[in-house]
Antibody, heavy 120, light 111 residues
Framework: QVQLQESGPGLVKPSQTLSLTCTVS??????????WSWIRQPPGKGLEWIGY???????YYNPSLKSRVTISVDTSKNQFSLKLSSVTAADTAVYYC????????????WGQGTMVTVSS | QSVLTQPPSVSAAPGQKVTISCSGS????????VSWYQQLPGTAPKLLIY???KRPSGIPDRFSGSKSGTSATLGITGLQTGDEADYYC????????????FGGGTKLTVL
């Protein structure tokens, strides 16, 4: 059974870069059967899609975040990562990694999420 | 402001049926598949419905989805107290560029 687990700092200073990693267990990112994504949820608010990556390294980003986002994949570690630059308090959120069967498809497996607070 | 519009809250008694609407446009719901997610308090979202009306393995048939034009609906029958959660619709939008969009979420209260 595939599981996803987010990891990374829970506190980031304003203007710095937020960095998170999602470790996939129970399945291989390299299988090419899925797309891997980051989604976030500010406290008390709804879901916001950040972007996708495919095992080959192809990426697809939310236009509203594209200038600040980089998603990368490390198939040797079965992980994919998120970097969000120039963060502000508005980037404070629970960050989830998730899996989709096809590009722009439903997300069928989610990580438990990790809370990231942007504060000095 | 979410691209997809959901009612902020709905409520119904145990055993009753409830529907949650999700309204969009021709650039999103009108031409793409809709999915629905359940988010219990303090947990990650869980996929309930995909491709408008399909249920993943393990999701009871009390949950159903439908789509008509630029709107989609999630139906839940035989309400249980354990169904109290936030529900989100999702699809993708291809107006200027292609990206995933979600509704603002609907809080279901089982009275």
């Amino acid at each position: 059974q595939v599981q996803l687990q987010e990891s990374g700092p829970g506190l980031v200073k304003p203007s710095q870069t937020l960095s998170l990693t999602c470790t996939v267990s129970g399945g291989s990112i390299s299988s090419g059967d899925y797309y891997w994504s980051w989604i976030r949820q500010p406290p008390g608010k709804g879901l916001e899609w950040i972007g996708y990556i495919y095992y080959s390294g192809s990426t697809y980003y939310n236009p509203s975040l594209k200038s600040r986002v980089t998603i990368s994949v490390d198939t040797s570690k079965n992980q994919f990562s998120l970097k969000l630059s120039s963060v502000t308090a508005a980037d404070t959120a629970v960050y989830y990694c998730a899996r989709a069967r096809r590009l722009y498809d439903a997300f069928d497996i989610w990580g438990q999420g990790t809370m990231v607070t942007v504060s000095s | 402001q979410s691209v997809l519009t959901q009612p902020p809250s709905v409520s119904a008694a145990p055993g009753q049926k409830v529907t949650i609407s999700c309204s969009g446009s021709s650039s999103n719901i009108g031409n793409n598949y809709v999915s629905w997610y359940q988010q219990l308090p303090g947990t990650a979202p869980k996929l309930l419905i995909y491709d408008n009306n399909k249920r993943p393995s393990g999701i009871p048939d009390r949950f159903s989805g439908s789509k008509s034009g630029t709107s989609a609906t999630l139906g839940i029958t035989g309400l249980q107290t354990g169904d109290e959660a936030d529900y989100y619709c999702g699809t993708w939008d291809s107006s200027l560029s292609v990206y995933v969009v979600f509704g603002g979420g609907t809080k279901l209260t089982v009275l």
